[in-house]
């Protein structure tokens, strides 16, 4: 008699939360399945209102980065505008000196800084769009994964280099072995940082190259081979066609940094500001400029303070257009496969 009745609290059936059967020993087990059920419920409302407040915590972050950017975009706009207050716009586009500091016949023509900075990217794009390219064909085409896995983070320890050690390095490395093929080269000139910033830029030409050339399917390359295309063959005419969407926006992207490069143009081009065609003096780039003028070469509320907007200006105006013409480029000629 007593065995049944342990039996019959042993295995008494008693109907849980939504019609679900559980075994109880007594009291405490229902107890603690009740517990259980209430903990259950709990976790799944602290979990709901964590995914109610993680889509305003990050609308809010997108929010202060607009924020942010508008905020630059309205500065310089607002102390551009001071400037010009000053200055006319006829003189700053027209002007061929820039001769900020003359205490008396000072001249503020932009042309000789866009001179220099162009000078420097059109050098850089000369080394690194055909070294890249190369390159990406190289690790697209050629590389075994092995080796691929030994050149690629090489690639990206050059592109993490401060520019201020390739600036020491264009003006006591690159500098001297370039005077002596070039004896009237001088010390701070326009060909050796151009050469430095191309070799900068490119790793972000050829890992955004290669990463467009992997991305054209199998098929296009076996159907060239199969026309009976060489490997060199398959990879010029059809593989590069193919991925000319990806391989003109880093090589856009990548003239946009040589354009806004600072350090490199600031210790190895020199502060000599010249419309001139010439690589192998002196130059001033737009940004050498902003550093020379924000190291304390100008007093606050000068007109020389107020220009350095206004080449900011003229810089993010060109970085902007490089910018578009990359995004033109990418929709213009994508692929999709």
């Given at each position: 008699m007593a065995e049944r009745e342990a039996d019959s609290l042993l295995f008494q059936p008693c109907l849980g939360w939504k019609g679900v059967f559980v075994l109880a020993?007594?009291?405490?087990?229902?107890?603690?399945?009740?517990?259980?059920?209430?903990?259950k419920k709990s976790?799944?409302?602290?979990r709901l209102n964590v995914?109610?407040?993680?889509?305003?915590?990050?609308?809010?972050t997108a929010i202060i980065s607009v924020l942010t950017t508008l905020g630059i975009v309205f500065t310089l706009i607002f102390e551009t505008f001071t400037f010009f207050d000053r200055v006319s716009l006829k003189e700053f586009f027209t002007a061929q000196k820039w001769y900020p500091f003359s205490e008396t016949s000072a001249s503020y023509g932009i042309m000789p800084l866009i001179s220099g900075t162009l000078k420097v990217t059109g050098i850089a794009a000369l080394v690194a769009v055909p070294i890249g390219l190369a390159t990406a064909i190289y690790l697209s085409e050629y590389a075994s994964e092995k080796t691929r896995r030994i050149i690629k983070p090489i690639l990206e320890v050059l592109a993490?280099?401060?520019?201020?050690?390739?600036?020491?390095?264009?003006?006591?490395?690159?500098?001297?072995i370039l005077r002596s093929f070039i004896p009237?080269?001088?010390?701070?000139?326009a060909l050796s940082p151009g050469i430095v910033v191309g070799i900068m830029i490119t790793p972000m030409i050829a890992s955004l190259s290669e990463d467009a050339m992997s991305s054209v399917p199998n098929s296009i390359k076996e159907g060239a081979f199969a026309l009976g295309a060489t490997k060199l063959e398959t990879a010029i005419k059809v593989i590069l066609p193919a991925a000319i969407s990806g391989?003109?926006?880093?090589?856009?992207?990548?003239l946009s940094r040589a354009i806004g490069e600072t350090m490199i143009v600031s210790v190895a081009g020199g502060s000599t500001p010249n419309l001139s065609t010439d690589v192998t003096s002196s130059i001033q780039t737009m940004t050498a400029y902003i550093v020379q003028v924000s190291t304390g070469d100008a007093g606050y509320g000068t007109t020389i303070y107020y220009s350095i907007y206004a080449v900011g200006m003229m810089l993010?105006?060109?970085t902007l257009a490089m910018n578009l013409f990359a995004?033109?480029?990418?929709?213009?000629?994508?692929e999709e496969y």
């Amino acid at each position: 008699m007593a065995e049944r009745e342990a039996d019959s609290l042993l295995f008494q059936p008693c109907l849980g939360w939504k019609g679900v059967f559980v075994l109880a020993l007594g009291n405490t087990e229902k107890y603690s399945v009740q517990q259980m059920i209430m903990d259950k419920k709990s976790k799944k409302s602290n979990r709901l209102n964590v995914e109610k407040i993680i889509p305003g915590l990050l609308l809010l972050t997108a929010i202060i980065s607009v924020l942010t950017t508008l905020g630059i975009v309205f500065t310089l706009i607002f102390e551009t505008f001071t400037f010009f207050d000053r200055v006319s716009l006829k003189e700053f586009f027209t002007a061929q000196k820039w001769y900020p500091f003359s205490e008396t016949s000072a001249s503020y023509g932009i042309m000789p800084l866009i001179s220099g900075t162009l000078k420097v990217t059109g050098i850089a794009a000369l080394v690194a769009v055909p070294i890249g390219l190369a390159t990406a064909i190289y690790l697209s085409e050629y590389a075994s994964e092995k080796t691929r896995r030994i050149i690629k983070p090489i690639l990206e320890v050059l592109a993490g280099i401060p520019t201020i050690v390739y600036g020491f390095f264009a003006l006591t490395f690159v500098t001297p072995i370039l005077r002596s093929f070039i004896p009237s080269l001088e010390i701070f000139n326009a060909l050796s940082p151009g050469i430095v910033v191309g070799i900068m830029i490119t790793p972000m030409i050829a890992s955004l190259s290669e990463d467009a050339m992997s991305s054209v399917p199998n098929s296009i390359k076996e159907g060239a081979f199969a026309l009976g295309a060489t490997k060199l063959e398959t990879a010029i005419k059809v593989i590069l066609p193919a991925a000319i969407s990806g391989i003109m926006a880093s090589i856009v992207l990548a003239l946009s940094r040589a354009i806004g490069e600072t350090m490199i143009v600031s210790v190895a081009g020199g502060s000599t500001p010249n419309l001139s065609t010439d690589v192998t003096s002196s130059i001033q780039t737009m940004t050498a400029y902003i550093v020379q003028v924000s190291t304390g070469d100008a007093g606050y509320g000068t007109t020389i303070y107020y220009s350095i907007y206004a080449v900011g200006m003229m810089l993010f105006l060109f970085t902007l257009a490089m910018n578009l013409f990359a995004q033109f480029i990418s929709r213009k000629f994508r692929e999709e496969y």
